[in-house]
């Protein structure tokens, strides 16, 4: 019974092997996920004219047509439980498959993928994937964040809410922001700065924690420090296996040419490319400050072990006279000139006084204490 249990578990971790890559637009509604609400962003903006809507009737937002003056759609969606809405929207653009897979698969690695165009069944599009970042309550929490890029419309697909589309919405409100006299792809370039941004802010996070794990290791030292230190180190070598792709995606977006990708927009994408290497070197500094942070807890830990080791010797070393003179007067003899002085004890204890005095004095002088 329990071997026929092992097995269908084991058949239903494994069902996907052997199955065609990608998926189906008429599939998605019937995956084995768990299903809920998702919040959906429509923002319509031009030269001109602007409007943002929540979409809460999916249905009849798919049968409308966007307006005529609208240069530039953007559709985000915050959370992937709602399947049905996410079908629908794959269906309304022409989503990939092998996209839609990775939407819903959201431990991609950051990437840039180009789909259809001429000679395809599919629309041209870029699809970008990055990582967003979060501390909470010192805990380091990553994101997949989705992105289509066509030639009027940008979608893209969180996992949960954020903060950081909210300087982007006011400046779409602004008439004659550099956004609403640009394309689609300009959006895509103001998206992924915003990403980068938020590095930094969790990049002075580490930084200060790096300074109070270094002022705690220089004046005492704790047993938990060590613990602190290797999970900061393992936190940078999370932001780092991140920034990495970073950088392919955004190379890649500034040196290949593609019919969703503007010339304008490459201009700008020079700077993210430098502001993602700037960060990249940052990441790679805090990383050899905390591979110094354990050289240091060790090295520290070494003193302090020597230090007790120092004091206990120096007193094992003061013992030492002791024991003989105790030994030397509790040996059995019948005779012992000294049992039978009336201040032969307290001149006994005078001695040991005398003598540990001394050694003291002399371990002063030579600076062992």
Not at 35 to 54: L, R, S
Not at 122 to 147: D, P, W
Not at 348 to 361: A, K
Request: proline share 4%; net charge negative; with cysteine.
């Amino acid at each position: 019974m329990e071997e026929d249990k092992a097995m269908t578990r084991t058949d239903q971790h494994f069902d996907w092997l052997g199955a065609s890559p990608g998926i189906e637009h008429d599939d998605i509604a019937d995956l084995p996920m768990d299903t809920g609400p998702a919040t959906i962003m429509c923002i319509d903006y031009g030269p001109d004219n602007v409007t943002m809507k929540q979409i809460s009737d999916l249905d009849d937002f798919i049968e409308h047509h966007r307006p005529d003056w609208s240069a530039v759609r953007w559709i985000n969606v915050e959370g992937l439980s709602n399947l049905k809405a996410i079908q629908a929207l794959a269906k309304k653009y022409d989503l990939h498959p092998l996209a839609v897979e990775d939407i819903l698969h959201a431990r991609q690695r950051p990437k840039i993928e180009s789909y259809g165009g001429e000679n395809s069944e599919y629309l041209a599009r870029l699809f970008i994937v990055a990582r967003t970042l979060k501390v909470r309550e010192g805990v380091l929490k990553n994101e997949q964040l989705s992105m289509f890029v066509g030639h009027k419309t940008v979608l893209t697909f969180q996992q949960s809410p954020n903060e950081l589309w909210n300087p982007i919405y006011q400046r779409i409100k602004e008439k004659g922001s550099r956004l609403r006299t640009n394309d689609a792809s300009f959006l895509a370039y103001t998206l992924l700065d915003a990403v980068t941004d938020s590095y930094y802010p969790i990049l002075e996070y580490y930084s200060d924690l790096s300074e109070t794990l270094e002022d705690l290791v220089v004046d005492r030292i704790r047993p938990d420090l060590i613990n602190k230190i290797h999970q900061l180190k393992r936190d940078l070598m999370s932001i780092h296996r991140m920034l990495w792709p970073l950088r392919d995606v955004v190379s890649s977006l500034q040196r290949d040419t593609h019919e969703c990708m503007s010339d304008t927009s490459r201009v700008y994408l020079r700077d993210l490319y430098d502001h993602v290497i700037q960060i990249i070197e940052l990441v790679e500094t805090y990383r050899e400050i905390s591979s110094d942070l354990i050289d240091t807890y060790m090295s520290s830990l070494s003193t302090r072990m020597n230090e007790i080791m120092k004091v206990l010797t120096i007193i094992g070393t003061i013992f030492i006279p002791l024991t003989f003179l105790a030994g030397v007067y509790g040996m059995n003899f019948r005779y012992f000139p000294e049992l039978n002085l009336v201040f032969g004890y307290p001149a006994f204890w005078i001695i040991c006084v005398l003598v540990t005095s001394v050694m003291l004095v002399l371990f002063r002088r030579r600076g062992w204490l």
